[in-house]
């Protein structure tokens, strides 16, 4: 007789358990979408905005590269003259003076 008093309360309350449980894991089913597409959103910007710098660097290259070609191009001894220049100041720079050979030096 405890047993039928009882059961049917277990019951009910294993049935609000079971409810319980399915809206907690859709409310964390929501949560875990909600921050999938905030991580997504937020992945999507990161690699525009990369993708936007490395457009942007590559332009400034070749933008220097043109302004350079155009320069030697149009002084040819101004070009030959500062390469020489370049290249006395590194070997200038890069120069080891002799050792010495006894106490006289």
């Known amino acids: 007789m405890a047993d039928e008093r009882f059961g049917g309360s277990v019951r009910s309350i294993a049935g609000d358990a079971d409810t319980l449980s ?22 999507d910007k990161t690699v ?20 350079l070609k155009k320069v030697m191009e149009e002084n040819p001894h101004t070009t030959t003259m500062v390469a020489l220049g370049i290249g006395l100041l590194i070997g200038y720079v890069a120069h080891r003076p002799p050792r010495r050979r006894g106490w006289w030096d």
């Open 22 to 43: 399915s809206q907690t894991s859709n409310d964390n089913k929501d949560v875990v979408g909600q921050v999938s597409d905030t991580m997504r959103t937020a992945y």
């Open 48 to 67: 525009e905005s990369a993708a936007e710098g490395a457009q942007t660097v590559k332009d400034a290259a070749i933008a220097g590269h043109d302004f």
